[in-house]
């Protein structure tokens, strides 16, 4: 795929929850393969029901997204709509990491390749290792996940997240729930996985992430985007009032 | 009055097999019964109204009437309504599978419910199908957080299983009161016959408390 063909389309994305709260109202997002979109915004804005919706995890109520210049959700057609080859092509790490706690670490990996692709078990082990291998939890492949640092607990997330060989990745505040002192190593594998130029998402409220890993920023607000750019701009010399409010509060940088 | 236990090692052979029936058909009942209580339990959670409606109906009933009647209803009963002849084994792990497979569901139904959104949507994210999801992230959970009741429940049936010896079933219960009125000792045999009943079920109570903890620590994430 190009860099330059949009990888995620989202157009007039409307979503409410039971018709009541109207949390996105009209998002309009493209993406390309090489892009690596963080998302900032207020609490509350729709950052994770943005996510969950590209992860199928919601319907929506107006509104396409295309994945590769295929259609993938609208919703005209409904729920049945989610693609679910699309779907597998995607990959999600939540903020609480959602391991499977009765499975061991190399268990959580290999599950879903040997239930989802029919992989053999021996294959996936030896794909699982080495994820383990280079995000430096080798020694912990029997560990149980209670017996995982919170740090521990994400770099396993995104493991078994890759093992499925995601065409694009999608981080939740990933290292909201983390002690500061294990922020770093799991930034430090995302970081990893955009140098190897993995296209993602990421919702972050971490400054100095977001300015390293950004290829854009995108400042959603009100269910709709409200800035868009390059992050030095965005985060450096915002346009929009909004942004720069958002800004200066959560990051207490003053322009 | 004396009394000589000596009496009942004589007949240890016979308290021997009966106690072989009385394990063979709590085991097949402990497995067909927690089997039955985990799809019941699954239904009762489900979106369809009709599921849910037959199957607390079953449960509720089966919660609702005593054991005993159940038990004489399945022997006497079933095999007029099915018109088929049903053999004392069938009768019992019958029985006991459908009056297990309502006390388990409960257990199954509580654990279901610790098994939270954020996992199922673990499952979604990995592409995995609804039946993958349930038989290997929502069952193994479910057993595990539900392990102390389900052995809780499993000593419950042991000890239940003993009214089977009122439909002429010759397991524990049945051959000891055999033994009691031929012998005409019931102080010993009975005694023996509650002590063998308390040496395997007690353990098991014990273990109860032991696999809680170790559980609950696994889970703790
Ligand atoms: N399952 C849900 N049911 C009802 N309201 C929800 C649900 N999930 C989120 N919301 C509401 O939708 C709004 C957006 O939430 P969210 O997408 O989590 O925002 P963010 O991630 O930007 O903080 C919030 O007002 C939240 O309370
Ligand atoms: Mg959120």
Redo the contacts between chains.
């Keep these: 795929m190009s860099d330059t063909a949009p990888l995620i389309k989202i157009e007039g994305l409307h979503k409410s929850y039971g018709g009541v709260v109207q949390v996105l109202q009209g998002l309009d997002i493209e993406m390309t393969a090489g892009d690596r979109v963080v998302i900032i915004g207020p609490s509350g804005g729709g950052k994770s029901t943005l996510l969950r919706v590209l992860m199928g995890l919601e319907q929506i109520d107006r509104g396409s997204i295309t994945f590769g210049g295929n259609p993938y959700i609208s919703a005209k057609s409904g729920k049945t709509a989610i693609d679910a080859k699309v779907r597998r092509s995607i990959g999600m790490v939540f903020q609480h990491y959602t391991l499977f706690p009765h499975l061991d670490v190399i268990g959580n990996l290999i599950l879903a390749p040997t239930k989802v692709r029919g992989e053999k078990k021996a294959d996936a082990r030896e794909r699982a290792m080495a994820l383990l291998t280079r995000f430096g939890l080798a020694q912990k492949a029997n560990a149980y996940p209670a017996q995982l640092s919170g740090g521990q607990k994400q770099r396993v997330a995104i493991a078994r997240a890759l093992m499925l060989d995601p065409k694009l990745m999608l981080f939740d505040e990933v290292t909201s729930a983390l002690d500061p002192e294990l922020v770093a190593e799991v930034e430090q594998v995302i970081l990893q996985l955009a140098h190897q130029q993995m296209p993602m998402v990421i919702v972050t409220h971490d400054m100095w992430f977001a300015r390293n890993i950004a290829s854009r920023v995108i400042f959603c607000a009100g269910g709709v985007v409200v800035e868009d750019g390059p992050p030095e701009q965005v985060l450096g010399s915002p346009k929009e009032e909004r942004t720069r409010e958002f800004i200066e509060r959560v990051f207490h940088i003053k322009h | 009055m004396t009394f000589n236990f000596a009496v009942v090692f004589k007949f240890q052979d016979a308290l021997l097999l009966g106690l072989l029936t009385t394990l063979k058909l709590t085991l097949i009942c402990i497995v067909l019964g927690c089997a039955l209580g985990f799809f019941l339990a699954l239904a009762r959670t489900s979106k369809s109204a009709i599921l849910r409606g037959v199957s607390s109906i079953y449960v509720e009933f089966f919660r609702g009437t005593p054991v005993l009647v159940q038990l004489f209803w399945v022997f006497f009963c079933l095999p007029l309504v099915l018109g088929v002849e049903l053999s004392n084994l069938a009768s019992g792990v019958i029985a006991l599978t459908l009056y297990m497979g309502a006390i388990t569901s409960e257990t199954f139904r509580a654990s279901l419910k610790s098994v939270g959104q ?2 199922l ?2 499952c ?6 609804p039946w ?1 999801r349930t038989m ?2 929502v069952l ?2 479910a057993v ?1 957080r539900a392990a102390p009741t389900l052995l809780s429940n499993c000593v419950s049936l042991f000890k239940e299983s003993a009214l089977v010896s009122a439909v002429g079933m010759a397991d524990l219960m049945f051959v000891g009161q055999n033994i009691s009125n031929n012998t005409a000792r019931p102080v010993e045999v009975l005694t023996v016959v509650a002590l063998i009943y308390f040496v395997i079920a007690f353990p098991l109570t014990r273990a109860v408390t032991v696999i809680e903890h170790r559980i609950l ?5």
């Design positions: 954020e996992q949507d673990a979604v994210a990995l592409g995995l199908s993958a290997n992230v193994p959970q595990l620590k696994r889970l703790a994430v």
